[in-house]
């Protein structure tokens, strides 16, 4: 009797376990198609909650997995929808409920999103594999075979993908910048205009093609492709300097100044390398516009930002004298009939020649004076003197030293000097070395400038 007892009852757990087995089975893929429904209704809360429900009682329930990554993403949770997808990955069973094509492509943009390049790549990878007709999986892979520094590789994927679909314009964009950074202007020129035609609010295309432009030397054409980039306000501030630079190139320094007045009142980052260009290069307008007070000022304040930018030191050392020294103040700053007079003094006060002729040139003036008092130099006995003053902020070369012989050897004069608001590089000194030609430095000037003021005021 026990024994029929035990049967029985053994036979009952088996039929409750069987039953509850086949609800389940017949329930979870009415739940599944309920949940897939929430969802695309936009119901994410009901999603987690029913996919969480489904998961307690079976975690490895891949559509569930999947339906509760969307839901997730759907609430801008991007960190729990990665772990639902990496679930469903490690589970690994695809089919109409979970597209195999589109978790791989979700997979990979939160992989990308959260810096997991290497895995994003292998998505992509795998995607050229199993759907290999979608050009943008060969633009994709192409991308971050760039990021990982494979070039050669990231051109043949943009390549193919631009060979399947002409209209992406992002691997267009994406081969462009390459092919600029790898020294191919006009393929890369070529590119970018292509990303333009298929996008024409491509801010950063239009930026790249104003920076080939300009290292053709096409500064018009420059100009408007930097205009189009200055939209987008993350590039604003670079467009203007660029187009500042255009102008300078142009030697519109009037224009350039204007531009890059405009890009230092965009700044937000002082450190920034477009606001040290910026003002650097306003700092260049200044100074050979004799505005050297506010060249002095962009020079401190990039100073005080990054000390080893370019020659900024250098710069406020040289023109010390300027803050000190009223006479050097007068000569670098003045106009152009005050500076004449103010060679001119210095030759008939400081050198105690006479004036018989006088010419202005770029960046100075060029005086021919004698010994004494004769009215008629080229008459008289005595040896004429050219003497040139520049102010110019950089040291001479050579070159000045050829160009004043040039000019002596037209004039029939045999002796010269150069006067400089600066200095002689070491080229300049041994070429002039063994000619009738003295050089005089900024130290000499200074001293001749307060000479003649002494002599005046007397």
Same mark, same amino acid.
């Given at each position: 009797? @026990?024994?029929?007892?035990?049967?029985?009852?053994?036979?009952?757990?088996?039929?409750? +376990?069987? @039953? %509850? +087995?086949?609800?389940?089975?017949? /329930? =979870?893929?009415?739940?599944?198609?309920?949940?897939?429904?929430?969802?695309?209704?936009?119901?994410?809360?009901?999603? %987690?909650?029913?996919?969480?429900?489904?998961?307690?009682?079976?975690?490895?329930?891949?559509?569930?997995?999947?339906?509760?990554?969307?839901?997730?993403? =759907?609430?801008?949770?991007?960190?729990?929808?990665?772990?639902?997808?990496?679930?469903?990955?490690?589970?690994?069973?695809?089919?109409?409920?979970?597209?195999?094509?589109?978790?791989?492509?979700?997979?990979?943009?939160?992989?990308?999103?959260?810096?997991?390049?290497?895995?994003?790549? $292998?998505?992509?990878?795998?995607?050229?594999?199993?759907?290999?007709?979608? &050009?943008?999986? +060969?633009?994709? &892979?192409?991308?971050?075979?760039?990021?990982?520094?494979?070039?050669? #590789?990231? #051109?043949?994927?943009?390549?193919?993908?631009?060979?399947?679909?002409?209209?992406?314009?992002?691997?267009?964009? =994406?081969?462009?910048?390459?092919?600029?950074?790898?020294?191919?202007?006009?393929?890369?020129?070529?590119?970018?205009?292509?990303?333009?035609?298929?996008?024409?609010?491509?801010?950063?295309?239009?930026?790249?093609?104003?920076?080939?432009?300009?290292?053709?030397?096409? +500064?018009?054409?420059?100009?408007?492709?930097?205009?189009? /980039?200055?939209?987008?306000?993350?590039?604003?501030?670079?467009?203007?300097? !660029?187009?500042?630079?255009?102008?300078?190139?142009?030697?519109?320094?009037?224009?350039?100044?204007?531009?890059?007045?405009?890009?230092? $009142?965009?700044?937000?980052?002082?450190?920034?390398?477009?606001?040290?260009?910026?003002?650097?290069?306003?700092?260049?307008?200044?100074?050979?516009?004799?505005?050297?007070?506010? &060249?002095?000022?962009?020079?401190?304040?990039?100073?005080?930002?990054?000390?080893?930018?370019?020659?900024?030191?250098?710069?406020?050392?040289?023109?010390?004298?300027?803050?000190?020294?009223?006479?050097?103040?007068?000569?670098?700053?003045?106009?152009?009939?005050?500076?004449?007079?103010?060679?001119?003094? %210095?030759?008939? %006060?400081?050198?105690?020649?006479?004036?018989?002729?006088?010419? !202005?040139?770029?960046?100075? #003036?060029?005086?021919?004076?004698?010994?004494?008092? @004769?009215?008629?130099?080229?008459?008289?006995?005595?040896?004429?003197?050219?003497?040139?003053?520049?102010?110019?902020?950089?040291?001479?070369?050579?070159?000045?030293?050829?160009?004043?012989?040039?000019?002596?050897?037209?004039?029939?004069?045999?002796?010269?000097?150069?006067?400089?608001?600066?200095?002689?590089?070491?080229?300049?000194?041994?070429?002039?070395?063994?000619?009738?030609?003295?050089?005089?430095?900024?130290?000499?000037?200074?001293?001749?400038?307060?000479?003649?003021? @002494?002599?005046?005021?007397?």
């Amino acid at each position: 009797m @026990s024994f029929v007892v035990v049967l029985i009852l053994i036979l009952g757990v088996g039929v409750a +376990f069987l @039953s %509850v +087995f086949i609800v389940r089975m017949v /329930a =979870a893929p009415r739940q599944s198609k309920a949940i897939a429904e929430a969802l695309k209704q936009g119901h994410s809360a009901v999603v %987690v909650r029913s996919a969480k429900a489904l998961l307690q009682r079976d975690p490895h329930n891949v559509a569930a997995h999947w339906y509760l990554a969307q839901a997730y993403q =759907a609430e801008g949770k991007p960190e729990l929808a990665l772990m639902e997808l990496k679930a469903v990955s490690q589970i690994g069973q695809f089919g109409p409920e979970v597209p195999e094509v589109e978790f791989r492509a979700r997979i990979a943009i939160l992989y990308e999103r959260f810096n997991q390049v290497e895995d994003a790549l $292998k998505e992509h990878i795998l995607l050229t594999k199993i759907d290999p007709r979608t &050009a943008s999986h +060969f633009m994709d &892979a192409g991308r971050l075979f760039e990021a990982r520094g494979k070039t050669d #590789v990231a #051109v043949n994927y943009l390549r193919k993908a631009i060979e399947m679909d002409e209209r992406l314009h992002i691997a267009h964009h =994406a081969l462009g910048l390459i092919l600029h950074r790898t020294k191919h202007p006009m393929e890369a020129k070529a590119e970018l205009e292509a990303a333009i035609k298929w996008n024409p609010e491509d801010y950063e295309a239009y930026y790249y093609v104003g920076k080939i432009l300009k290292e053709m030397s096409d +500064f018009t054409a420059a100009l408007l492709s930097f205009e189009k /980039a200055s939209r987008s306000p993350e590039l604003r501030l670079k467009c203007l300097v !660029e187009r500042g630079g255009c102008y300078m190139s142009q030697g519109s320094l009037d224009k350039a100044a204007l531009e890059l007045e405009r890009a230092i $009142k965009q700044i937000k980052d002082e450190g920034a390398p477009e606001s040290l260009y910026g003002r650097y290069f306003l700092a260049m307008c200044y100074e050979k516009s004799r505005d050297l007070d506010r &060249a002095i000022e962009q020079w401190e304040r990039i100073y005080a930002k990054k000390p080893g930018f370019r020659d900024v030191a250098e710069k406020l050392t040289q023109y010390q004298e300027y803050r000190t020294d009223d006479h050097m103040k007068d000569y670098l700053t003045c106009g152009r009939e005050e500076f004449a007079d103010m060679c001119k003094s %210095v030759v008939e %006060v400081s050198l105690g020649l006479s004036i018989r002729d006088f010419s !202005e040139i770029q960046n100075g #003036v060029d005086v021919i004076a004698v010994e004494g008092d @004769s009215d008629k130099w080229m008459a008289a006995k005595k040896i004429p003197t050219l003497v040139r003053f520049l102010r110019v902020s950089d040291n001479l070369d050579d070159g000045s030293v050829r160009s004043l012989l040039d000019q002596m050897k037209k004039l029939g004069v045999v002796r010269g000097s150069i006067v400089t608001s600066s200095g002689f590089s070491r080229t300049a000194l041994d070429f002039a070395e063994n000619r009738s030609v003295e050089l005089l430095t900024k130290d000499k000037l200074q001293e001749m400038l307060a000479k003649t003021s @002494s002599a005046k005021r007397r």
